[in-house]
């Protein structure tokens, strides 16, 4: 049952002995929100540590670690701009979540409706007639000098009326235990993928403690989102196309624009993926023109069209804004809707209220003034100590100034920088005085938190999520939360008087959707990165085996003569000559494979690896992330012994041929066979082929090809047991050439290679008005000709002391025509310039 409630929203009730919360650290003389000031525990915290009590220490540091594991499984990060180390900095989730009570949100929750509703009225109002303007309710300046500003989008009629379809709200509470809100958010709020993703990792950390607690479920306002940007599309309403417009793998959420397009079921889009023809907005895909109903964006305002906005941006689509214009794409939120973030606009907002909805603001904000007005300027310049001064309009990443931290010397030099623009500048009150434990370590301490809360437009109205993404200052000394600069985050538990009804993301419809086996809206980035993904997990495949050939021949004690194979495998791995001998030689060769000095090497090619895994996250299957950043952590994370280097090297190199096999396996069985897959394996093919014709020409080519030699090869290609089983014992450099070259019943030769590259491409789609339709297929044919028509014997025969030359030239030959396939490859399915294919696409659309 839950306890009264007081007027500051915090429950009050008899104290209860409690456990986990005896050693808890508070000495804050504000209201915390786990335990009442006689350090008794809030009644709705009680089920909760009770639980925990239960747990003893083994099991409770069981569940953590479980958390942890949970994180780094599923990849959760996020990206720390100026950090050479910060991209894919692991997610930072404390594993004790903020509890409020269900009645208290729900209060909350009405304030938030009504401050979206309010925003959405007055972005139609500053990009309509603007009569809050003229009339004085908003002073002028905050509207026509605030960059979020966006003059081409004005007078633009946005569907449904409605510029705001998802508002995110930073709420703190003050010293009396009342929720206000710090900021805004209107733009592009982020936070809602990695809430639920904070959601998933705590209910299956503490599952029972999670449905004891009866705590409201999130899907409930992704339903809502979806529903709601499905009816935004102009057309194909029964199924309309929805993506997500992401700025890059470099963006700081980029994790989360990934997690939220796999769980919503949209395409992940990145400017070049759209193009717009005739005012309508396509997505280039392998099949040609995909045409685009609705976009969820989260790319900032300015960076959308190039045209028309910022013209140097790279992440935009030219000629958005006039698709827009005419009604042929919704896009969410409304472009402009930044211009609502500016600090400057939160003292007016109550105003707004009675003039915009005839109602009084229910949720006020954190108490602002903006220096525009001479009387309010004197008064933070009096105050300016106890203020946080913050640019009055949008910012791109600016910190907040606490008056507090400042000197004498500096509070003057903040002065008169006010004075000098001082409709440039706003102060907050500084607030965040309320606490919550956290787990730091192996203790409870208080930490000052803000939650980030979410709203999606439904209806007429909004839906607000049951939960949120909580932030917490990094020491309960400084008032700044963020995450880049060591905040951590927190699941935010609504809790329910009454058990709650699991809810699903299935729709449900009145007519079952039509049976589909097609898939060839491939986008034609997606396609390049899929084809590239594939040949760097065979590159390093191929290198880890090379190298570990090599270092097993450097340890090898059987009494053969190994310097010779030692010298050439290691030349080859090199690409150059190697002259070194002995322990040298080893040193060198490490270094060199694991790119310890220069990041080349095997690290070089895991590093592109892991970098495509992560831009592909939305397309490859959780299983396949695991593999690869796996790997990833395995050699970047490795250090060699100074005792013995070479045996822990070898140990990696066997684990990591073993971990690519995996994923080689798990594209193999479980990939479904559509154009996704196709290019994948393409890629892995292509690299195979290039790499095993490198590897005999770099090894088989001299006239020294000694046994040691020969059987090395065939181990590293794979080939061992094939070669025994046909010619027993008897090592001979033509018939190991044309195992590895020439037999098509070899999964590891290059004829079998270019014999699965040759049925792909028969299956890709292609214009075949187009003079240079089958290029690649003629490239195919020429080389697959060429290894048909080889006689190994001859090749590979040698007069005493000389090169086998006809047989390097064949190799060159190949390797040079694997280069022009991909090429063409490249050109005929990556490039997507401006073909036939596409305008006539573009064109039949448009006539529909």
Avoid at 18 to 24: H, I, K, L, P, V
Avoid at 146 to 153: D, H, I, K, Q, V
Avoid at 754 to 781: F, G, K
């Amino acid at each position: 049952m839950q306890g009264p409630t007081s007027p500051g929203g915090i429950e009050t009730d008899h104290p209860l002995r409690r456990g986990f919360a005896d050693n808890y650290g508070i000495d804050s003389p504000f209201p915390d929100e786990m335990v009442k000031p006689d350090r008794s525990l809030r009644p709705h915290w009680r089920e909760f540590i009770s639980l925990l009590d239960q747990m003893n220490p083994g099991e409770f540091g069981h569940r953590r670690d479980l958390a942890r594991r949970l994180i780094h499984q599923n990849g959760v990060t996020h990206n720390v701009y100026g950090d050479p180390n910060g991209l894919d900095r692991p997610w930072n989730l404390d594993f004790i979540p903020l509890l409020i009570a269900g009645a208290h949100w729900e209060n909350i929750g009405e304030g938030l409706i009504q401050r979206a509703r309010l925003l959405d009225r007055l972005l139609a109002d500053l990009y309509g007639p603007a009569d809050t303007v003229f009339s004085g309710v908003l002073p002028p300046e905050l509207l026509w000098a605030n960059p979020g500003f966006l003059r081409p989008c004005h007078g633009i009629r946005q569907p449904q009326g409605r510029w705001l379809h998802l508002y995110s709200a930073d709420l703190v509470r003050n010293e009396t235990g009342q929720f206000e809100v710090l900021s805004d958010r209107t733009q592009a709020p982020s936070g809602a993928g990695y809430t639920l993703e904070n959601r998933i990792v705590l209910s299956q950390a503490l599952p029972s403690i999670f449905r004891e607690c009866n705590v409201q479920r999130l899907a409930p306002f992704f339903v809502s989102l979806r529903e709601t940007l499905a009816e935004l599309a102009p057309a194909n309403h029964e199924n309309p196309r929805i993506v997500l417009y992401t700025p890059g793998p470099y963006n700081e959420t980029y994790f989360e624009h990934s997690f939220l397009a796999r769980y919503l079921g949209y395409a992940l889009v990145q400017g070049n993926d759209l193009t717009v023809r005739d005012t309508i907005v396509y997505m280039k895909t392998l099949g040609g023109l995909q045409r685009v109903d609705v976009i969820l964006r989260r790319v900032d305002d300015n960076f959308c069209d190039p045209l028309e906005l910022y013209p140097d941006s790279y992440l935009g689509v030219p000629g958005l804004l006039q698709a827009i214009r005419r009604g042929n794409v919704a896009v969410a939120n409304a472009i402009g809707c930044g211009v609502l973030q500016a600090p400057g606009i939160l003292p007016f907002l109550p105003a707004v209220c009675r003039y915009l909805l005839g109602e009084e603001l229910k949720l006020p904000s954190v108490e602002t003034w903006w220096c525009g007005h001479p009387e309010i300027l004197e008064f933070v310049a009096q105050h300016l100590p106890e203020m946080v001064v913050k640019s009055a309009y949008p910012t791109q990443g600016e910190d907040p100034v606490f008056g507090q931290n400042l000197t004498r010397d500096e509070l003057s030099a903040l002065e008169q920088k006010i004075r000098a623009r001082p409709t440039h500048y706003a102060a907050q009150k500084q607030v965040m005085s309320c606490t919550t434990p956290a787990l730091i370590g192996e203790e409870v301490q208080p930490r000052r938190f803000v939650v980030r809360s979410y709203l999606s437009a439904y209806g007429n109205s909004y839906t607000v999520m049951d939960g949120g993404l909580s932030r917490i200052t990094q020491s309960n000394d400084t008032l700044v939360v963020s995450l880049q600069k060591g905040g951590r985050s927190k699941d935010t538990w609504i809790l329910s008087d009454r058990p709650v009804s699991p809810v699903t993301l299935l729709p449900s419809m009145a007519q079952p959707i039509a049976i589909s086996r097609g898939g060839s809206d491939l986008p034609s980035r997606v396609a390049e990165d899929l084809y590239w993904l594939g040949r760097y997990s065979e590159r390093t495949d191929a290198q880890a085996r090379l190298a570990r050939g090599t270092i097993a021949r450097m340890l090898d004690q059987t009494g053969f003569d190994t310097a010779h194979a030692v010298q050439v495998l290691a030349s080859a791995c090199r690409g150059k000559p190697i002259r070194a001998t002995g322990a040298e030689l080893e040193r060198e060769f490490i270094e060199a494979t694991l790119g310890m000095a220069n990041g080349e090497g095997l690290r070089g090619s895991v590093s592109n690896l892991h970098r495509l895994a992560r831009v592909l996250r939305d397309t490859i299957s959780t299983d396949a992330w695991r593999i690869l950043h796996q790997s990833y952590r395995a050699v970047f994370t490795f250090k060699p012994g100074t005792t013995e280097p070479a045996s822990g090297v070898l140990e990696l190199l066997d684990n990591l041929v073993v971990t690519l096999a995996a994923f080689a396996g798990l594209a193999s069985d479980s990939m479904t066979r559509g154009q996704a897959w196709r290019f994948l394996d393409i890629g892995r093919r292509v690299e195979r082929a290039a790499f095993v014709s490198q590897f005999l020409q770099g090894s088989l080519v001299e006239p020294d090809a000694d046994p040691v030699l020969l059987e090395a090869v065939l181990e590293i290609g794979d080939s061992s047991l094939t070669y025994r089983r046909r010619y027993l014992t008897h090592l001979e450099t033509h018939a190991v050439a044309d195992l590895l070259l020439a037999d098509d019943t070899n999964p590891r030769s290059v004829a079998f290679q270019l014999a699965l590259i040759d049925q792909h491409l028969a299956a890709l789609p292609r214009d075949n008005s187009h003079p240079d339709h089958n290029y690649d297929q003629r490239l195919l044919l020429k080389l697959r000709t060429s290894i048909q028509l080889a006689d190994f014997v001859e090749l590979c025969s040698v007069a005493s002391g000389h090169e086998r030359e006809e047989f390097h030239d064949l190799l060159s030959g190949i390797l040079n025509q694997i280069a022009q396939l991909s090429e063409a490859i490249a050109q005929l399915y990556f490039s997507h310039a401006a073909a036939a294919q596409e305008i006539g696409s573009s064109r039949e659309e448009h006539q529909k």
